[in-house]
């Protein structure tokens, strides 16, 4: 009788689990084709249409950020509830510190500054909390196993939270002879830049300049990969002005290949030996700036 009500109640935890990752995969679905629909969707010429585009976008994010606290409030039990609030409250802090941001660059440009610029960083905010929200099993353990990394940058101690750290680093961040040599960025990472090979994890950080997270312009940007072994980084991958590219790396084996654009629209690949943490010189495509910055600091073979 034990066994049976045992068996029983396992197949019922078995089934409630399906149907939540069945719930699950449909919201983050129906999530990406809706911002595949808007992003696609033909707008007015110039400045008007840039700007209701961007409305739909935010919110669009914001009406499915709610949904996917509300499903884990509701439907996830305990934990679940516990990882809603977690990530309610680390966004409310990010969305407070853009508020503000927002506020301080209009009154310093007389009323001129465009919040459509700092709403595309609010959305970014959302998506972020969303992806991590709609994660598996398996991916929320990897986030929360990565996202408060920390090791050796370029010189310098960093520790994220959350998967951001704000940190003073040179411009170029690992040029041997950077002609800024303090330059307050933000390095940045969302659960779609991490990536699981055999032991270890891989993250694709985004550093931005800390006054002009919008990324205008674009050529102030830098990407690195970093590995990570138990939280700690172990290995570091500079990628330059790399742009976040229009789909997702490929991983073969032990081989990432990393396509997209650098902030004057060159077209970059980026192929790297995860073992050695070496680019493939003769497989890779890189910048004449990056040749120029970055050649005797890259790790290659």
């Not at 007015?44 to 961007?54: H, L, Q, S, V, Y």
């Not at 992806?131 to 010189?155: F, H, M, Q, T």
């Not at 138990?230 to 789909?247: D, E, F, Q, R, S």
């Not at 654009?261 to 970059?268: A, E, I, M, T, W």
Request: glycine letters at 8%; charged letters at 30%; one cysteine or more.
């Amino acid at each position: 009788m034990i066994r049976r009500f045992a068996l029983i109640f396992a197949i019922v935890i078995g089934l409630l689990a399906r149907a939540e990752d069945d719930v699950r995969l449909t919201m983050l679905g129906d999530y990406e084709k809706g911002v595949e629909a808007i992003s696609s969707a033909t707008y007015a010429e110039g400045r008007r249409g840039r700007i209701d585009k961007t409305r739909d976008l935010y919110r669009y994010t914001l009406a499915t950020y709610r949904r996917a606290v509300d499903w884990h409030r509701q439907s996830c039990g305990v934990e679940g509830a516990s990882l809603a609030k977690r990530v309610e409250k680390t966004l409310s802090g990010d969305l407070e510190k853009l508020f503000k941001e927002m506020e301080e660059k209009k009154k310093a440009s007389g009323g001129r500054y465009s919040s459509t610029l700092n709403m595309k960083v609010r959305i970014s905010a959302y998506d972020k909390a969303i992806k991590i929200l709609l994660l598996d099993e398996n991916g929320l353990k990897r986030w929360l196993s990565v996202e408060s990394l920390e090791g050796n940058l370029a010189g310098r101690n960093i520790h994220f939270e959350g998967g951001e750290a704000r940190i003073t680093l040179p411009f170029r961040i690992f040029q041997r002879r950077p002609y800024i040599k303090e330059y307050e960025w933000v390095a940045m990472f969302s659960p779609d830049d991490v990536f699981t090979v055999g032991a270890a994890d891989y993250v694709i950080v985004r550093f931005a300049y800390e006054d002009n997270l919008e990324g205008m312009p674009a050529t102030t940007e830098e990407r690195a990969i970093l590995k990570i072994v138990k939280g700690k980084i172990v290995g570091v991958v500079p990628l330059h002005n790399l742009l976040k590219g229009a789909t997702p790396p490929v991983i073969v084996k032990n081989t990432m290949t990393i396509e997209g654009v650098d902030g004057l629209s060159r077209k970059v690949k980026y192929v790297i030996n995860l073992s050695s943490m070496r680019m493939k010189r003769n497989d890779s495509v890189v910048s004449p700036d990056f040749m120029l910055e970055y050649a005797d600091v890259v790790p290659m073979e």
